[in-house]
């Protein structure tokens, strides 16, 4: 639960919300297995003491009906526990190779920070987007410079100037295109200029009449008829006879106009914003914005901000990775720090977290080799395994611990020594198949998540799947080699001692 609980500490709130659920749904279930499953194993037991009756209680049937055993596949579980406990060499170096190998496999993997990847392939609407690209040369990541004004004419005014720098861009290759309100509105200064300009024409080359005329002359040495032409010089003399600026108020009259201008510019709580869209060439610059992006917004002052989805890419790929290097360092520091707590001894605590430490170097090194690389679902699934992993590494080094006991220091037989020995082997047998169990139950449980249509969801479900696989297979190999050797350093310092004293004894007498 505390591994999940780590996740309150991110910046995203659906992070933030799925640590907070999985982790209570852990202490739910905790809080089931403490009170409701020891009242339903006390149910079953006195339910078959009244089946079996006071004089048949040993007894392992009753009218010909069986007393059920329970019995659950270890998978060849005990067979390799007790191998690597009583083989303990081969193992560590046969682990020891294969994390070598696991650590130099995993400096391969690579952070893939494109959503696109993360969506499912053949959509109508990812084919209808490359049709896009393809025919028009243009793609759909563009950027955005927003321009905060105090005034309407502030606004208008920097937003052309600002078009004019990115301009600059488009003509040395760096941008494919430049748009903003100045294609449909001209800046306040522009206008007067050319309203200057129009009042200057109008008793020349603008007097009424005189281009109808020109006109209609033009289309009868051409063979045409003039009328077909009447609405467009019409809009022709409409505009020359304009006299005052065109506004914002003035073109948000129609529904048509009105959506255009929101595309480009509007008044938001007493401030006026205007936005420039840059359009960088077709499938580049998608991880971040060309650097002559970057010095031109820096140049531009605090009131122009530069935005985009490669800009949110890059932020986004640097808060995650941010983000699930302290969930993992704060994850596993806690937990290192409740199981101090249980033990009380720092050997007993690493012994715990070595599946654990060894287990995440095979998944990396598994994720590099199999062909899985980093993205924005799936890294975080290296602290999700300190949560599930480590329950393997606690399980058996409690149950060598019950196994082995505070008993073995009053021990004198060298027989007795040997039975201790075969009934930790066996016990660490046991607790393995519950390992294993957990394992792969986990793994179905993360096993739908693989089969999932989105390759974001997938590849987390594979990953924690290795993850799961790795931990286990390393608390019933790794683990049991280390206690085999530690309960042969506790027999030897018995021995020594017992061996002494027979010798003094023989040497007295």
Known sequence: ATAFYVFLITEFEGLRQMGFLIGTGVLFCLLCVLVLLPSLLAWR??????????????????????TP???????????????????????LCACVT?????????????????????????????????????????????????????????????????????????????LRGVDSITSVLAPPEQQRDVLLWLEELRGGLLAPGRVEG???????????????????????????????????????????????????VRELDGEWKSVVYLHPPPRVW????????????????????????NRISERLRE????????????GGLVVTLLLWLDYRKLSDTLLSLAPLVVGISWMLGAMAALGFDMNFFNVFVS????????????HMVHRYHELHGHELDRIRDGAELGRRREAVANGLGETGKAVVLAALSTCVGFGSLATSHYPG????????ILGALATALTAITLLPAILGIRFRAASAAISVPEARAAGDGTQAR
């Open 98 to 174: 294969l994390t070598i190998a696991a650590l130099w496999s995993a400096t391969r993997l690579e952070f893939v920070d494109s959503i696109r990847s993360m969506r499912p392939e053949g959509t109508r609407g990812m084919v209808v987007q490359d049709e896009v690209v393809e025919r028009f040369g243009s793609g759909f990541d563009y950027m955005m410079l927003v321009v905060r004004g105090r005034s309407e004419e502030q606004v208008l005014a920097h937003t052309a100037e600002i078009t004019r720098r990115a301009s600059v861009l488009v003509e040395q290759g760096v």
């Open 45 to 66: 037991e006195d339910r078959k003491q009244r089946a079996t009756g006071p004089a048949g209680a040993g007894a392992t049937s009753t009218g010909g009906r069986s």
């Open 457 to 464: 969801l997938r590849s987390m479900g594979f990953v924690a």
């Open 286 to 309: 998608r991880r971040s914005a060309p650097p002559e992006v970057e010095e031109l917004a820096a140049d531009l002052g605090d009131d122009v901000v530069l935005t985009g989805t």
């Open 69 to 91: 055993i329970v019995y659950f596949h270890g998978f060849g579980t005990h067979h390799i526990i007790g191998w690597s406990y009583r083989h303990p060499i081969p193992v």
């Open 319 to 330: 808060q995650v990775k941010a983000d699930a290097r302290l969930a993992a360092i704060v």
């Open 383 to 394: 602290s999700m395994i300190i949560g599930i992993g480590i329950d393997y590494g606690v």
């Open 214 to 264: 020109l006109f209609a002359a033009a289309a009868e040495r051409a063979g045409l008829r003039a009328e077909p032409f009447d609405r467009g010089l019409d809009l022709l003399r409409r505009a020359a006879a304009t006299r005052e600026q065109i506004t914002i108020d003035s073109l948000a009259g129609g529904d048509q106009t009105q959506r255009l201008l929101q595309r480009y």
